[in-house]
């Protein structure tokens, strides 16, 4: 093998490189946080919401549980406009993050209300709450308690899978690479310093998320 390693050239791309982690953290606090708040409303009228709701949600998790992100994305980005739904790059990334995360994250939150004690809900309804107060008040916070491990996880995966939004022409972290190895050729010097970051965005941001559960569920030993 007569290929030379050299590492030394990247540092004349950190620029381009910081640029594309910027927007892969923007993509991922917007989506995450989005999503997950769609998570949890979606959670919401699949367990306690009223008849006609739950039919529609379920649709819609499955939907987007059983097609791929990049065609979820393809669709909002190349698709839409033929109904005069048009957007930009960023907008219609994250916009796809937001449906993908909230389906995934329906799921797993609505795991946690199924896990909750029957008792709650009548506890909430004897101090005279509405559904919707006794889900938020009693039900919501515990539900979220423990399932916060397998919605980290989630929230994590989702931002590895931001990558794809590069297909749209979103300045991510894989854009950023692919435009460095498409002017230097120095493909493996370039995808093993693009692995790297990701792999340090997702222990960071696993971390994060560890240290958010702690603040919020002081009594919850994290895993």
């Known amino acids: ?13 950190w620029p381009v490189l910081l640029k594309g982690i910027g927007i892969t953290v923007e993509l991922t ?30 649709a819609y998790v499955e939907m987007i ?7 979820q994305l393809f669709f909002i980005f190349f698709g ?18 937001v449906i993908n995360l909230g389906a995934y994250g329906c799921e797993i939150i609505r795991a946690g209300i199924q896990a909750t004690p029957r008792g709650q809900f ?3 309804a004897s101090l005279g709450m509405s559904r919707i107060q006794t889900f938020w008040y009693v039900v919501l916070v515990p539900a979220l308690q423990r399932i916060w491990p397998a919605l980290s996880s989630q929230i994590v995966i989702v931002m590895l899978g931001s990558a794809a939004v590069s297909q ?28 790297l970051i990701y792999l340090a965005l997702a222990i960071v941001l696993r971390q994060l998320l560890r240290g958010l559960g702690w603040t919020i569920f002081p009594r ?3 895993r």
Request: proline fraction near 5%.
């Open 65 to 71: 549980r059983n097609t791929p992100f990049l065609i």
């Open 1 to 13: 093998m007569n290929y030379a390693f050299d590492f030394g050239w990247l540092a004349d791309y």
């Open 122 to 124: 009548e506890a909430g």
């Open 168 to 195: 749209i022409a979103a300045e991510d972290l894989t854009f950023a690479a692919n435009f460095i190895q498409s002017r230097t050729f120095r493909a493996f010097e370039t995808y093993f310093a693009a692995t």
């Open 220 to 222: 919850r030993t994290a």
């Open 80 to 97: 839409l406009p033929a109904l005069g739904l048009r957007m930009g790059e960023l907008p219609a990334a994250n916009l796809a993050m």
């Open 29 to 58: 606090l917007v989506g995450g946080a989005l999503g997950v708040s769609l998570g949890i409303a979606c959670a919401w009228a699949r367990a306690l919401g009223p008849g006609w709701l739950k039919p529609i949600v379920a």
